[in-house]
C-alpha cells in the first residue's frame, strides 16, 4: 500500500508518539519531532521517576496498539486511597470492585516504551533535537530548529502535541477566531520523594495512593516498582502557607512537622528538597478550535491541559489518539470528515474532564479526610452492587468505564450529587444506611431521574452530537 497523507507530528511525548504509531498503521508517512534528547540515549531525568495513575481510557488506547500487556509488566495496581489524618490515623477507600485499580506507571518510562514500538513503524521517522518555532496553518509546513539550523519541513497535515506550553497552540493563537483561555489554580507543586526501605521493600502499603489530606493543601504518593514513593506536594503559591510564605528552614520544618509529621519520618530530605525546588504551576485551559484550516490539529495537553487531580491528562490525552483512529475507520480517510468529527467528539469531553479534574482537588484535600463523605461513597459503592445498571460512582464513570464520554460522567456525576444530598439528610444515617429503606429510597431517586434526564445518555460518543430520543 502506497502512503497516504504525509504528516507532521510536534512533540514526541507519550501522546505524540501513540499518534504517531495509530496513523503509520492506517498506512500515513509521519515525522515526529521531538525537541529533546532520546531519553533512552541520553539521560533527561536526573534518575528520578516521575509516575502518573493510568486507567481504563488509558489502557483501552494502549490495547489498541497491542501495548497494554507489556506497559501493565511495569504498573503497579492501586486498589485503594489510603488517607494519612494529622493525627497520623490511617483510612482507606477502595477506588471501585475488588478487581478494579488505577495503575502507577513511570512516565517516562511509558514514552519509552511508545518510542520503542514507533521506531519498528516502517512509516515512522522520529527526529530528536528538533524544535518546532513556525507553522504555516494554510499548508501545515512547519520550521525546526536543529542546533543553530532551521529546516522547512512539508506536509499535508500537521499535529501538535507538544504538550501544555505548546508552540503550535501558541502560534495559533494569531490566526483569525482561536478562541483561548488559561486559568492559574492558587496551588502549584513540587516532587518529593520515599525511598524503599533497605532491602527493597515498601515503606507503606503498595496496593494504594496515599493521600495527605490537609483542606487547602495535601501531599499524595504513588508507588515505584524499586519500592520507592514518588510524593507530590500541593500547595498555595501566595499567601499566608505557601511556597511564598516558606523560605526560611525552621518555618519550613514547622510546615512539616505540624501536617505531615508522620510523612516526614519516611520522606528523603523533604525540608532541603523543598527550599531547593521551584515550584511549579497548575493550570487548565481550553481552546476553540482544535482543528485550523482542515490542516493543523491539536492533541493531547496542547489541547486540554488540565489540572492533575483526576489523574486524567494523559487518559485523556490516549483516548483523543484512539478516538482519532477510529474516526479514520469511520470516515475512510476522508479529512473533511475525520477533523469535525474530532472536534466535536473529543472537545466535549475535554471540557468536561478538565472542570472534574478542577473539581477534584476539594474532594481529594478536604472531603477525603472526613467521615460523612467516606459514608456517602460507601453507600454508593453498596447501591451500585445492589442496582449496577441504575448506578456506577462518578469516579467510576471517570475512571473504569472508558466507553461513556466523560461529558456525560459529568452530567450523571452531577444528577447523582443531588441525589445523595437527599439520602445523605436522612436522620441518623451513620447509623442505619446499610437498611434496606435507604437503598429503596434511593432507588426511587434515581429511577425518577434516569428517565427525567435520559437525553443525558445518548450523546453519540463518535460524533459529540447529543441525541435525545
Ligand atoms: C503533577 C502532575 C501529575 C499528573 N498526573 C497524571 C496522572 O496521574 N494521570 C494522567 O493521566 N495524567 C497525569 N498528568 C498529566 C500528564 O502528565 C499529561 O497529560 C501528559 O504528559 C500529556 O502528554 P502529551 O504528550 O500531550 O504532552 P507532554 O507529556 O508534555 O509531551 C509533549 C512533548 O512535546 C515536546 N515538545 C514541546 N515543545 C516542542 C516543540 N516546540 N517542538 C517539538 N517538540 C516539543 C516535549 O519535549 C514533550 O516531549 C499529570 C501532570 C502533572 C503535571
Redesign the pocket.
Same mark, same amino acid.
Given at each position: 500500500m502506497s502512503p497516504r497523507e504525509k504528516i507532521t507530528i510536534?512533540?514526541? =511525548? &507519550? *501522546?505524540?508518539? #501513540?499518534l504517531a504509531v495509530i496513523l503509520a498503521r492506517h498506512g500515513h508517512r509521519i515525522n515526529l !519531532? +521531538? @525537541?529533546?534528547p532520546d531519553s533512552r540515549v541520553k539521560s533527561i531525568y536526573q534518575g528520578k521517576s516521575?509516575?502518573?495513575? $493510568? @486507567?481504563d481510557r488509558?489502557w483501552l488506547a494502549l490495547a489498541s496498539v497491542g501495548l497494554e500487556q507489556q506497559v501493565k509488566q511495569q504498573a503497579i495496581a492501586m486498589h485503594k486511597r489510603v488517607m494519612h489524618a494529622i493525627d497520623g490515623s490511617i483510612t482507606e477507600q477502595a477506588y471501585g470492585t475488588q478487581e478494579q485499580a488505577?495503575w502507577s506507571v513511570s512516565?517516562a518510562g511509558i514514552?519509552e516504551q511508545l518510542l520503542d514500538l514507533a521506531e519498528q513503524e516502517p512509516l515512522i521517522a522520529i527526529k530528536f533535537d528538533?524544535?518546532?518555532?513556525d507553522v504555516d496553518f494554510d499548508s501545515a509546513s512547519a520550521d525546526?530548529m536543529h542546533e543553530h539550523t532551521i529546516e522547512k519541513v512539508s506536509a499535508d497535515i500537521l499535529f501538535g502535541?507538544?504538550?501544555?506550553? @505548546?508552540?503550535?497552540r501558541r502560534l495559533a493563537q494569531e490566526t483569525p477566531r482561536f478562541s483561548y483561555s488559561q486559568a492559574y489554580m492558587p496551588q502549584s507543586?513540587i +516532587?518529593l520523594h520515599i525511598p524503599a526501605n533497605e532491602d527493597g521493600s515498601f515503606k507503606m502499603a503498595k496496593d494504594a495512593l496515599h493521600i495527605w489530606p490537609r483542606k487547602k493543601f495535601m501531599l499524595i504518593a #504513588?508507588p515505584n516498582p524499586d519500592g520507592s514513593f514518588t510524593c507530590?506536594l500541593f500547595l498555595d503559591f501566595q499567601g499566608d502557607v505557601s511556597f511564598s510564605s516558606l523560605t526560611q528552614r525552621t518555618d519550613v520544618e514547622q510546615f512539616f512537622q505540624t501536617n505531615f509529621a508522620d510523612a516526614m519520618a519516611l520522606l528523603e530530605n523533604p525540608v532541603d528538597e523543598f527550599l531547593a525546588k521551584t515550584a511549579?504551576p $497548575?493550570f487548565l485551559l481550553k481552546v476553540d478550535p482544535w482543528v485550523i484550516n482542515d490542516k493543523v490539529a491539536l492533541? =493531547?495537553?496542547?489541547?486540554h491541559?488540565? *489540572? &492533575?487531580f483526576?489523574?486524567?491528562?494523559?487518559?485523556?490525552? !490516549?483516548e483523543d489518539c484512539r478516538e482519532l483512529g477510529e474516526l479514520i475507520t469511520l470516515h475512510k480517510h476522508d479529512w473533511s470528515k475525520i477533523f469535525p468529527g474530532y472536534q466535536a467528539a473529543r472537545k466535549i469531553n475535554a471540557d468536561a474532564i478538565t472542570e472534574l479534574a478542577k473539581r477534584n482537588f476539594v474532594e481529594m484535600s478536604e472531603l477525603s479526610g472526613q467521615a460523612k463523605f467516606l459514608l456517602q461513597k460507601q453507600i454508593e459503592a453498596e447501591f451500585h452492587k445492589r442496582h449496577p445498571t441504575l448506578w456506577t460512582p462518578l469516579y467510576s464513570m471517570v475512571t473504569f468505564s472508558p466507553n461513556l464520554p466523560y461529558s456525560q460522567a459529568l452530567a450523571i456525576g452531577d444528577i447523582q450529587q443531588k441525589i445523595m444530598q437527599e439520602i445523605m439528610q436522612i436522620s441518623n444515617i451513620e447509623n442505619c444506611w446499610q437498611e434496606d429503606f435507604v437503598y429503596e429510597k434511593l432507588q426511587e431517586l434515581a429511577q425518577v431521574s434516569v428517565s427525567a434526564n435520559h437525553s443525558h445518555y445518548t450523546t453519540d460518543s463518535k460524533t459529540g452530537e447529543q441525541k435525545n430520543d
Open positions: 510536534a512533540g514526541a =511525548g &507519550p *501522546v505524540g508518539t #501513540l !519531532f +521531538e @525537541s529533546r516521575i509516575n502518573i495513575a $493510568l @486507567s488509558g488505577i512516565r514514552n528538533q524544535r518546532l518555532v525546526f502535541a507538544d504538550g501544555a506550553y @505548546s508552540k503550535v507543586y +516532587e #504513588l507530590t511549579n $497548575l492533541i =493531547g495537553d496542547a489541547a491541559a488540565m *489540572v &492533575p483526576y489523574g486524567q491528562g494523559m487518559n485523556c490525552g !490516549f
